[in-house]
């Protein structure tokens, strides 16, 4: 009786998971940016996006270099840029989200601000190049880039790193991307 219904929970819950899974295509989740889940390969992405185009970078594969897919919804517009894992399984390796429809449980989206970012995630640290600032969530594979164009003109051109203390909380993102390598 009790293996009865633990597997009548267990179908249930399994249920229920595959149902919110349809009900949001745009959800960034732990190991999943919405169709896709972590695991899934290269080879899988036909299937997984049939109801999209994908656009394989053909240059990239003459040359031998990793390729670089865009997946495209009807209609046109750009939804992501995947890039393959440096393994030999296949995996996705990177993830570059386009859309501003994809957002985390949090509310996170590509139009985000950093002023948002840094009250709905902890952040764990930021990175500063020549361009860019990233910006690395503790606890997450999600990472925003925000472009040095959106700092005081004291912190544009310097070599320093960037403290987080000196980004504007209204210094828009630039790239939203979540990393699996």
């Known amino acids: 009786m009790k293996k009865v219904i633990l597997l009548a929970l267990g179908s249930a819950l399994l249920l229920t998971q595959c149902k919110n899974d349809k009900e949001d295509p745009f959800a960034i989740v732990a190991d999943r940016v919405g169709k896709l889940h972590r695991d899934n390969t290269?080879?899988?992405?036909?299937?997984?996006?049939?109801?999209?185009s994908l656009v394989r970078d053909s240059t990239r594969l003459q040359l031998g270099n990793n390729e670089k897919i865009e997946v495209f919804e009807k209609g046109g517009k750009l939804l992501l840029t995947l890039s393959p894992a440096a393994d030999t399984l296949g995996r996705i390796g990177n993830v570059r989200i386009h859309d501003a429809r994809y957002k985390t449980?949090?509310?996170?989206?590509?139009?985000?601000?950093?002023?948002?970012?840094?009250?709905?995630?902890e952040i764990r640290k930021v990175i500063t190049s020549l361009n860019n600032l990233v910006v690395l969530l503790k606890g997450s594979d999600l990472?925003?880039?925000?472009?040095?164009?959106?700092?005081?003109?004291?912190l544009r051109y310097t070599?320093?790193?960037?403290?987080?203390?000196?980004?504007?909380?209204a210094a828009p993102v630039k790239y939203m991307m979540v990393g699996w390598d």
């Open 42 to 52: 290269v080879s899988q992405l036909d299937s997984i996006f049939r109801a999209d």
């Open 105 to 121: 449980e949090t509310g996170l989206t590509l139009a985000s601000t950093f002023g948002e970012i840094k009250s709905k995630a």
């Open 143 to 154: 990472y925003f880039t925000i472009s040095r164009e959106d700092l005081p003109a004291s």
């Open 159 to 169: 070599p320093d790193p960037v403290e987080l203390v000196q980004i504007p909380d």
